[in-house]
């Protein structure tokens, strides 16, 4: 296991991190799994022996029961708490009331209370915001953020799952404001899906700011198990949450790639899109979550996959973007000056 550092910062996180999403199996999240202590515990302690240091999980995940099984689970195994890099998020609703969502002070506030309760921790290692909020102005998210790291109860704070502009709005207001900024990104990014490319991947790497992907899998479609003829696998997530969207054609193409690619490196078509992920400059750490044993085992491989430049060629040729200006353009004007 590697392990790098996270945005800006000195703070190291392995290159792999386990997302709990399938932990507790409340409301929306049943599609995605339901593990229960023992099963958690499991997954949990073969995660760690692995050498992951970093575990990643949300307010909103089957309301709240994810923390409190993670949480848990930290005791249980006796883990130094101090050795964990610990993630959770805010944003989404967590109540029936009118303020039991958003990135309002009041409603930060309030979530980062209940995810150290939930979590049994006296602090956060990594507090993030699950998405944007429309209708609450970007300096009073900012600056709850920043009063909470300057209380102690976070370490440090990250964004998730906005657009380029969006992040860079914040990341110049911290600036110039002098407040905490967002080290981190957590985003949808696949050798399925490389729209990152276009505008999130140049600005991460210029500001320097960490790359923490979810679903690096494509919601399970590069998970080997399907193939052209059978697109409906009947033990995979997307057979009842067909999500995030997905050219399943493209992936089908890749796939057909990765097969024989796999086969010859004795490893998984999973483990091979994971490892292309970690092959990519601007990624810390690939997010990973399993239902079973053997799902986590198999990603694990992802971290002593090595690909010829020649494969990760064919694999970036088959999978590219399809330009789209101003790219084309920049790369057109911008020949004469290169370093």
């Known amino acids: 296991m ?18 709990t999403m399938t932990f507790g199996g409340k409301g929306w999240a049943q599609a995605i799994g339901s593990l229960q202590q023992p099963a958690v515990d ?6 760690l022996d692995a050498g992951i240091n970093f575990i990643d999980t949300a307010n909103v995940y089957s309301e709240g029961l994810s923390e409190e099984l993670t949480g848990q689970s930290i005791r249980n195994l006796g883990v130094n708490r101090d050795d964990l890099v610990l993630a959770t998020k805010v944003r989404g609703k967590m109540g029936e009331g009118p303020n039991d969502s958003g990135l309002t002070r009041k409603h930060i506030m309030a979530e980062a209370e209940a995810s150290l309760r939930r979590l049994n921790t006296d602090y956060i290692d990594l507090y993030q915001i699950h998405s944007y909020d429309p209708l609450t102005p970007l300096d009073e998210t900012l600056r709850a953020l920043d009063d909470l790291v300057r209380s102690g109860k976070v370490r440090y704070i990250g964004a998730s799952n906005l657009a380029a502009w969006q992040l860079m709005k914040a990341l110049d207001y911290s600036h110039f404001r002098h407040l905490s900024r967002f080290v981190s990104l957590q985003a949808y990014y696949t050798i399925a899906g490389r729209d990152l490319e276009r505008e999130l991947v140049p600005l991460l790497l210029d500001q320097k700011v960490g790359l923490m992907v979810w679903s690096p899998l494509a919601g399970g479609f590069l998970s080997g198990k399907f193939t052209r003829e059978n697109l409906q696998a009947d033990d995979s997530r997307r057979s009842g949450f067909d999500f995030p969207p ?3 054609d493209l992936a089908l193409d890749i796939i057909d790639h990765l097969r024989p690619m ?9 483990a091979l899109a994971l490892a292309w992920l970690l092959h990519q400059q601007v990624v810390t750490s690939v997010i990973i979550g399993a239902k079973k044993m053997e799902q986590l085992d198999d990603n694990l491989q992802a971290v002593d996959v090595r690909f010829t430049p020649e494969e990760l060629q064919q694999l970036d040729e088959v999978s590219k973007l399809t330009p789209e200006y101003p790219g084309w353009m920049l790369a057109f004007t911008g020949g004469d000056r290169q370093a």
């Open 2 to 19: 590697k392990y790098n550092l996270l945005g800006q910062t000195g703070l190291k996180v392995s290159e792999l991190c386990l997302g």
């Open 262 to 270: 796999a086969l010859a490196k004795d490893t998984s078509v999973a």
């Open 42 to 47: 499991d997954i949990m302690r073969r995660a």
């Open 246 to 248: 997905v050219n399943k």
